[in-house]
């Protein structure tokens, strides 16, 4: 009879937790858990669901990945009520830090990591009369600590997209549509952890970009904007079209660059998933656990996050959900039927 | 597909796991509702693990529908000015209507 020390050469070791690294088509029994595992590679992704957030919010500022994360402000409720809540998260839990932003806002930028940020621009709340939209051009930095003022972003806006790191940020689009306010750009903006600098290189086509941007200031994916598809690809000089997505929304991303990303979501309860390989889109064969829009993306095609996020029937949602991708290794348990 | 319904507390991590994401769909819905395939034995056994507690489709459209119709309620309070300021593609909610 064959056997798993027949094939190995040794036998299926007795471990109080699961070894970490362990090699692909790795067994062993977790006499903790009184469960056999296997260490195996996903080929497509799945979502599960992460840590409950504190204050529910959506169209926050983001920073950082899966594990170590930052979530900035944000819209909490209708009306257009806005938290200047901040909270961190480890990967588990989310933590609500003693130091708020300096600003109640929502629809703001957020790049960086967790202990080196940046934010900008920003719709303050609608303690003011109606059809009068009060936007900032204000920028943050963060140390992990406190916040920072730093050079004004060059103009008041709102819902532009938003990549890269604290010192070398990248900001695309972006809107004021208030009356005779030059209303969506096509404007790029660099920032080099000091000051805001416009590049020659402008969007192909004037959007807004609500958590749907991510990548690098020299290599970004900035996805559907004010048409719910529409896809224009940065390569650090130029912005040209890219490829649309196969399922019209106006989806949330996060990602690696221009050439590797994850859409998802999208109003009023989209869960559809695609993976983006710098060719083209692919479905998941699994979508969100819960379908949900305007949601924070985090991380990399590998290891995301989605968090604060409406949906079409509840105006904010605690929960977030954390993506792996397909190759990726993971461990299973081992079950009979 | 015939789908079951339960209600449960989403506590966050482990609430719903990459393993289990991979065996079934899970699909979530306002108050905490929760629907899964029907003699699904993957499905089953992470009810009990979620201490969901079981209701019928009937039940579960009512939870879904009270949740809605105050969103609803809430959407139609704002001024037009209000709902011009929401992100792009957000809207009134709609009803849900469970399969």
């Given amino acids: 009879m064959t056997t798993y020390k027949g094939i190995n050469g040794y036998a299926v070791q007795s471990l109080a937790s699961d070894p970490s690294p362990s090699d692909e088509g790795q067994v062993w029994y977790n006499n903790a858990s009184y469960a056999f595992k296997l260490a195996a590679v996903t080929t497509t992704g799945t979502w599960a669901t992460g840590g409950n957030l504190n204050t529910p919010r959506y169209a926050s500022g983001a920073a950082g990945t899966q594990t170590s994360a930052l979530l900035v402000a944000g819209q909490n409720s209708v009306p257009n009520l806005a938290t200047n809540a901040v909270e961190s998260y480890n990967g588990t839990s989310w933590t609500s830090l003693g130091t708020s932003y300096p600003q109640t806002y929502f629809q703001l930028g957020g790049a960086g990591t967790q202990t080196a940020a940046v934010a900008w621009c920003g719709d303050i709340p609608s303690n003011y009369p109606p059809g009068v939209e009060v936007l900032s051009s204000d920028t943050n930095k963060w140390n992990g600590t406190s916040w920072t003022a730093s050079g004004a972003y060059p103009r008041a806006q709102k819902a532009q997209g938003a990549a890269g790191t604290q010192t070398a940020a990248l900001s695309a689009g972006g809107t004021n549509t208030s009356p005779g306010a030059p209303g969506t750009t096509t404007a790029t903006n660099t920032y080099n952890g000091t000051s805001w600098t416009a590049v020659p290189g402008t969007l192909v086509t004037a959007y807004t970009f609500l958590n749907s941007m991510f990548g690098t200031q020299t290599s970004a994916l900035a996805i559907t904007g004010n048409t719910p598809n529409s896809v224009q690809s940065y390569n650090g000089t130029t912005w040209t079209v890219g490829t649309s997505m196969n399922t019209t929304r106006y989806a949330s991303a996060f990602g690696n660059s221009s050439q590797s990303g994850v859409a998802f979501g999208g109003p009023p309860a989209v869960t559809s998933t695609e993976v983006w390989n710098g060719t083209s889109w692919t479905n998941n064969p699994t979508g969100l656990n819960t379908g949900r829009s305007n949601a924070v993306g985090f991380g990399t095609t590998s290891a995301g996050l989605a968090a604060g996020a409406s949906s079409g029937s509840v105006p904010t949602d605690r929960a977030t959900e954390a993506w792996t991708g397909p190759g990726t290794a993971v461990t299973k348990t081992i079950t009979t039927s | ?99």
Avoid: H
């Fill in chain 2, 1 to 99: 597909m015939a789908y079951k319904y339960c209600v449960a507390e989403n506590w966050g991590v482990g609430f719903i796991t990459n393993d289990d994401a991979s065996k079934f769909q899970i699909s979530g819905f306002p108050g905490n509702l929760w629907q899964i395939p029907a003699d699904n034995r993957d499905a089953n056994l992470w009810v009990s693990k979620v201490a969901g507690v079981w209701k019928t489709k009937e039940e579960a459209q009512a939870i879904v529908d009270a949740i809605v119709a105050q969103a609803q309620a809430d959407w139609d309070a704002l001024p037009d000015s209000e709902k011009n300021r929401e992100p792009f593609g957000r809207q009134r909610p709609t009803a849900i209507v469970l399969e």
